[in-house]
């Protein structure tokens, strides 16, 4: 290192002035590295700010979800109001209090399990929100590991065709309606398959208020997964 | 003669080592120009790189308050809650806004309604005092059914639903900590260029001091000089 005049040899001088390149290209290089970051950030936040940008592609994920359960649920429903009824007339008591709590316990049954229903699809997109945020903060992570901006763009890309693949759980759903027993022999009946449970009316299965978890209401199965 | 030649070489071996002792004075003081002004750099230096430092873990703690105020803080917590409640209600109540969901029915204006709703086939053509009782007790099972839908998106706006507070909350610190890193990773960076800076214009240039070439002619001409009156003063006495 030399410079600044001393003994004012030539091998001084270039000495002085390898030394304020070396310095001059290590800053000048940190501001490039610095540059290529926040410009692969850039384009990862513009890549992934497409789905702030456009909510139908959440919507129409959950709407997919519901679409899928809501015919199962509606049909048994139907299902389980229309054995209510003939169990009912077959016992000759459509039109009683027992008939009018039974009724309103499926209508009860109904709304918790499209309650249910709905919670587990808003979850679901709540899901899809966290595997996007997790592709993009691999992404992130591969920039700042890479400094590399056209690798963290294809990075994103990748990422959001893998969202745009994910699928999700729709299995089908159990018997999600238990409805009363009317008459002494369906009573029989179902004290027999329910194992002694709570009579007609009782409060059997898995019963549970979360969105992740068992059905809502008296249903006999579990509520989408 | 011999004595003349004698005092010229004691002359200029006297200007040789004047012309010396100049030579490294100068060297001497330039040296010490030299450390001043790498003290001044290293200065300069350190001041550029404390800004850069600053600057950049200024923009790191705004955005670590940002969060805190936007989404992790206990004031943000609450208000997201309370949104996320009111969004859930409507959502698990088949689709419908909050409002709409509370106004489904539950009072004797609305029995007419409610008992369409779930009524089975052949329950319509009841009495009158059936139909009544048959409407009352569809409209508390979905009083029932409201009331627990109510406490199913209140808990839920505590936990996992799509904008819940167990998942808006670490993303936004997972936001934040994308931009709290990127700007470490830039203060590293910054400071490994400037030990560089440091390395190669912090330290002081080195002043060689050498012989000055008249001083090296003196010494000669004086040694010379010398030895002659040595030879002539022999020859004489």
């Given at each position: 290192m030399g410079f600044g005049g001393g003994g004012g040899s030539s091998a001084n001088d270039m000495s002085a002035m390898f030394s304020i390149m070396q310095a001059q290209q290590a800053r000048d290089e940190e501001n490039r590295r610095q540059q290529r970051i926040q410009a692969g950030r850039d384009l990862i936040d513009r890549q992934f700010d497409l789905f702030k940008k456009n909510p139908a592609f959440f919507d129409r994920y959950r709407y997919g979800i519901t679409d899928y359960y809501r015919p199962q649920i509606d049909s048994q429903y139907s299902n389980a109001k229309r054995n209510l009824t003939f169990q009912l007339a077959d016992a000759g008591t459509l039109r009683s209090t027992a008939a009018a709590d039974a009724t309103a316990d499926l209508a009860n049954q109904n709304d918790m399990n499209l309650a249910s229903m709905n919670a587990k699809a808003d979850s679901a997109v709540g899901d899809l929100r966290n595997q996007i945020a997790s592709n993009k903060d691999t992404a992130i992570n591969q920039l700042m590991s890479t400094e590399d901006p056209s690798i963290a763009a294809n990075t994103a890309l990748n990422s959001i065709a893998t969202v745009q693949l994910a699928k999700p759980d729709l299995s089908p759903l159990g018997a999600l309606f238990q409805q009363a027993a009317i008459g002494g022999a369906n009573a029989v009946k179902s004290w027999q398959q329910g194992g002694?449970?709570?009579?007609?009316?009782?409060?059997?299965?898995?019963?549970?208020?979360?969105?992740?978890?068992g059905s809502m209401g008296k249903s006999q199965g579990s509520f989408i997964g | 003669m011999g004595m003349a030649a004698g005092l010229l070489g004691t002359g200029a071996q006297m200007g040789s080592t004047i012309m010396q002792a100049n030579a490294q004075k100068k060297a001497q003081k330039q040296q010490e120009q030299n450390n001043l002004d790498a003290m001044l750099r290293q200065a300069m230096l350190r001041n550029q790189e404390m800004m850069r430092q600053r600057d950049l873990g200024f923009k790191s703690g705004e955005t670590f308050r940002q969060n805190l105020y936007d989404t992790a803080g206990g004031l943000a917590q609450a208000s997201q809650q309370r949104k996320e409640q009111e969004r859930l209600t409507g959502v698990y109540g088949s689709g419908t806004s909050a409002a709409e969901f509370a106004a489904r029915p539950a009072s004797d204006a609305s029995i007419a309604a409610g008992s369409q709703r779930g009524a089975l086939a052949g329950?319509?053509?009841?009495?009158g005092e059936f139909r009544t009782d048959l409407a009352r007790r569809l409209n508390n099972a979905a009083g029932d059914a409201r009331n627990r839908i109510a406490a199913l998106a209140t808990m839920n706006s505590y936990g996992?639903?799509?904008?819940?507070l167990g998942n808006v909350v670490p993303l936004g610190f997972q936001e934040a900590g994308w931009d709290i890193n990127k700007f470490n990773n830039f203060r590293r960076g910054s400071l490994q260029a400037h030990g560089i800076e440091q390395q190669q214009l912090g330290q002081p240039s080195q002043t060689s001091y050498s012989k000055p070439a008249g001083a090296t002619a003196l010494e000669g001409a004086g040694g010379l000089l010398s030895g002659l009156g040595k030879g002539f003063g022999g020859g004489m006495f």
């Open positions: 002694g449970g709570a009579g007609g009316l009782g409060f059997g299965g898995n019963e549970s208020a979360g969105p992740g978890g | 329950q319509s053509g009841g009495d996992d639903s799509q904008y819940g």
